[in-house]
Every structure is written in structure tokens, then in C-alpha cells.
């Protein structure tokens, strides 16, 4: 029971990466504090992780309102005076050129993808450097690596991510406090619902489980990895960018693409009518 009694904040609980990666360090049982804005949603993961035996409660926050974090954080020092773990995760992206974005989608990616994500560092560094101890895992992507056509402003929400753990990680170092940054490909979770991808996932072979992201996400806590790339093809995406960032482009475009056009074509229906003849 490694993580037994830790006290763990999961951003971004309610669904996909964050559900998964709780339920994953359920099996330790520390107290996890799950947090997003649906208390209801919340609620159903709660009862998945008591049933593994953990504790749990939820703490509703937004993290584009910064007085919400604020007072996420004043309840947590309150309860417990110390936080051990902050999985730093809640994100989303809208996919599609950058002509085609409207300004509502690329403020929105900005403000849960960077602003969210900086001051749930910043309000958890205040309790982990006082306490000399601590660990910030934050959720970049595979894109906080590449760029992709039609993924510019969630790219670059990604990029400074990276940026900004590699930054934090130096400072918090004097404090004794780790941070990491996760660099997913595309997993299969609702993210791609509200994404306006013209992407179904379920036919994306390279998408891995939110389980495998999960697991990778448990076993950098007993690391102090700076970066952790998730699956091992990501890793090769990463260092082939570096050389060739044209082609990874194409390539995870090209992707994607294959996925729409599998989607255009309808298989219930005839490619060419049979009864026609010239
Ligand atoms: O997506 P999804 P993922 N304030 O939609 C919460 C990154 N990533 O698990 O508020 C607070 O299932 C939302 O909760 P709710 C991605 O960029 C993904 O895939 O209740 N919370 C939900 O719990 C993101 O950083 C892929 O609606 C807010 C959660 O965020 C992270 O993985 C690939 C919020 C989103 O869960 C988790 O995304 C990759 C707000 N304002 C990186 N807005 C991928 N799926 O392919 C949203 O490289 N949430």
C-alpha cells in the first residue's frame, strides 16, 4: 500500500484520464480528493473508488475562476495542512484550423488549458514548499511535442505546459517537491465528444486506454521523471519531430484523415448500384 494515507488531488476527475487515474491509485488507498465542475459526475467516481476500498471526497472548482481554485486550495490546507499529490489534468481542445476556430473555443482552451493549469500549480506549490515535500504531475499531451495541422491552439496550450513544468520543476527542486509533465497520443475518452473532431476515435488503432495513461500516471509518483511520454510510439514521435517535423505532421494528419474517410464511406450501402448496367 504505497500511497496508503497520501493526500491526492485529481483535476479533471469526472471522466476519462482523471476517472481512470483515480480509480488506479484507489488500489493504494490514499484519501483522493476529486475535483471539476459536475458534482454529479463526481459523485458516480467516488463511489467506483470507495468501492476499491479508498477514500474519497469531491470538491467542485472551475478552473478558469481563479477564486474557485483559490478556495479549493483554502479547504485543503484547512482539512489537512499538507497535500502530497496534485494530478493536475482538467483540459480540452476543439480541433480545426485556426480561420475556422471561433474566438469562444480558442479563450476557452486557453483559459482550462494554461491559466487552469498554472494556478492549480501555484496554489498547490504554496502548500508543498512550506511543507518541504510534494509531487505535480500536470497532463501536457504528445502535441506539447509536435504540431499538427487543424491542432494549433491546443499545440500551444500543450507547448507551454511543457514549458512551464520544466520551469517549476527547477524552482520547486530547493523545496523538495517533483514535478512531471504527462505527454499522452490520442486516448480514448470523451475528450474527442467535444473536441468537433472530424475524428471517431473508436477507429483510431494507435488510441490507447485512459487505463494505460493511468498507469503510466501512478508509476511516475514513485519516479521523478521529468517528462513521461505515453505509449512508447509517442517517444518516437517526439524525437522524430526534432528532425523531421514536417513528416510527423503528415503522418498524424494523415491519420486522421483516414479515419474521416472511413467514416464518409457508408457500408450499408452499395459503392455503385448492381442493377445499373451500361
Ligand atoms: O478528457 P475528458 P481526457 N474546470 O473530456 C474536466 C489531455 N489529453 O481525460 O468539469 C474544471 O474525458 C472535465 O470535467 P467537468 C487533455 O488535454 C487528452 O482525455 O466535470 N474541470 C473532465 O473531468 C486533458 O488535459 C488526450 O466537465 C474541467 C476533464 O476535464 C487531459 O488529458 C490526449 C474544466 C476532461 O476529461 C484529460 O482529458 C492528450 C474546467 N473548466 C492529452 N473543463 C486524448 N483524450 O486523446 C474540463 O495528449 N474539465
Keep these: 500500500m504505497k500511497l496508503q494515507d497520501k493526500i491526492i488531488l485529481i483535476t479533471g476527475a469526472s471522466s476519462g484520464i482523471g476517472r481512470a487515474t483515480a480509480l488506479r491509485f484507489a488500489q493504494d488507498k490514499p484519501h483522493l480528493i476529486l475535483s471539476s465542475r459536475s458534482q454529479e459526475k463526481l459523485e458516480k467516481v467516488k463511489i467506483e473508488v470507495e ?4 477514500n474519497a471526497e469531491t470538491m467542485t472548482a472551475d478552473v478558469t475562476n481563479t477564486n474557485e481554485v483559490k478556495d479549493l486550495f483554502l ?15 482538467a483540459g480540452l481542445g ?13 479563450e476557452k482552451m486557453v483559459d ?32 506539447g511535442y509536435i504540431t499538427i495541422p487543424q491542432w494549433s491552439v491546443y499545440t500551444a496550450t ?20 517533483k514535478v512531471t509533465t504527462i505527454h499522452p497520443g490520442a486516448v480514448k475518452t470523451e475528450f474527442f465528444d467535444q473536441s468537433k473532431a472530424d475524428i471517431d476515435i473508436a477507429k ?14 501512478y508509476k511516475a509518483v514513485f ?3 521529468k517528462h513521461v511520454l505515453v505509449p512508447k510510439s509517442a517517444s518516437l514521435y517526439a524525437k522524430l519531430y526534432k528532425y523531421f517535423p514536417g513528416l510527423v505532421g503528415w503522418l498524424l494528419s494523415r491519420m486522421a484523415n483516414e479515419v474521416e474517410y472511413h467514416e464518409d464511406l457508408n457500408e450499408d450501402e452499395p459503392e455503385f448500384d448492381s442493377n445499373h448496367t451500361n
Design 158 to 177: 500543450k507547448w507551454a505546459i511543457r514549458a512551464f513544468g520544466d520551469t517549476v520543476r527547477q524552482e520547486m527542486k530547493q523545496y523538495n517537491t
Design 51 to 54: 468501492a476499491l476500498g479508498a
Design 204 to 217: 483510431l488503432g494507435s488510441a490507447i486506454t485512459p487505463e494505460e495513461v493511468a498507469e503510466q500516471v
Design 75 to 89: 479547504k485543503i490546507n484547512k482539512k489537512y495542512n499538507k497535500l502530497d499529490v496534485v494530478f493536475n489534468n
Design 223 to 225: 519516479t521523478d521523471k
Design 112 to 143: 482550462v488549458n494554461v491559466k487552469g493549469m498554472i494556478m492549480v500549480t501555484k496554489y498547490a506549490s504554496e502548500i508543498m514548499t512550506r511543507n518541504q515535500e510534494g509531487h505535480i504531475i500536470m497532463t501536457s499531451s504528445l502535441a
Design 94 to 106: 476543439y480541433i480545426a484550423e485556426i480561420e475556422d476556430l471561433t474566438t469562444e473555443q480558442i
